[in-house]
């Protein structure tokens, strides 16, 4: 199998951006290992593709789990290419509504679990001196706003966690690209999909709006899930691929919009920022 092109490992791959994504690498003539908790939703893939595809159980909440299917994984292909850290949920909820285990789970989803099984892979990319991680965050990894405290507080220490190890090993040649999705037709607003914290009257009218947005917009989102993964894929290949790639319109506005806030706050204040430093004798 592993003569049939790069060889990914894509986690959540049984619907959404996974999905898509397994999709590309496999008309590309790739070889995909795509892991979910339900893997037999990915039967029809592995049926139309037996020699390049296979499915494999994995929550990425269980750090036994993940190391058991790393090293076997290693065992029987010899390498992984492409890490593609996607599995992930939606979760609403004010600050204050928010509970400490509702916000550890959502770290443990989406940092632990995915630093746990790049750190299993990482030796072998660096020992090959070739890879590619690709860390699927949204462009709330960048910014923040009413009912998504807890969400954009995990996607931006998986940014942070990605930034310093693409320098780290850019000098083996290990690719890192950080996906910022903006809102895609995904089942991530789906029925069930969407997790809620419960509501506090306090804060009815400011997080109820994000609420019935996310209630409201399953199959409404603009993104189409098969583009995003063709610009993924681009960028991978590209002679230089970038650190952060913002996906559809929304996400690119919003992050515009949010660098130039930065931008003029830190004017605004530079000169008390600077003033802070000892005086020059």
Do not use: C
């Not at 951006?17 to 039967?43: C, K, Q, S």
């Not at 940092?111 to 949204?138: C, D, H, K, W, Y």
Request: proline residues 4%.
């Amino acid at each position: 199998m592993t003569e049939n092109g790069k060889v990914w490992l894509i986690t959540g791959a049984s619907s959404g951006f996974g999905r898509a994504i397994a999709e590309e690498a496999i008309a590309a003539g790739d070889t995909v290992i795509g892991t979910a908790r339900r893997p037999g939703a990915l039967a029809d893939l592995v049926a139309a593709h037996p020699d390049r595809v296979e499915a494999i159980g994995l929550d990425v909440t269980d750090g036994a789990r993940i190391d058991a299917v790393a090293a076997d994984v290693l065992a029987r292909y010899g390498r992984v290419d492409v890490l593609v850290n996607n599995a992930g949920r939606t979760q609403v909820g004010a600050f204050e509504e928010t509970t400490d285990q509702e916000l550890r789970d959502l770290f443990e989803l989406h940092v632990f679990g995915p630093a746990r099984l790049t750190r299993a892979l990482l030796p072998q990319m660096r020992e090959r001196r070739a890879g590619s991680i690709v860390n699927i965050s949204s462009f709330g990894g960048q910014l923040s706003f009413a009912g998504f405290s807890a969400y954009s507080a995990t996607k931006a220490a998986l940014e942070q966690l990605s930034e310093g190890l693409a320098d780290e090993v850019a000098p083996f040649g290990i690719k890192v690209l950080i996906v910022e999705p903006g809102a895609f037709r995904t089942n991530l607003f789906g029925k069930g999909a969407a997790y809620f914290s419960a509501e506090h009257p306090a804060y009815a009218e400011k997080v109820g709006a994000t609420r019935n947005a996310v209630r409201s917009g399953d199959g409404t989102q603009p993104g189409d899930p098969a583009k995003a993964a063709a610009a993924i894929r681009l960028a991978l290949n590209a002679e230089k691929t970038p650190l952060r790639l913002a996906l559809g319109g929304d996400a690119v506005d919003a992050l515009v919009g949010h660098l130039d806030s930065v931008r003029a706050e830190l004017v605004e204040w530079e000169e008390v920022s600077r003033d802070t430093e000892f005086d020059t004798p």
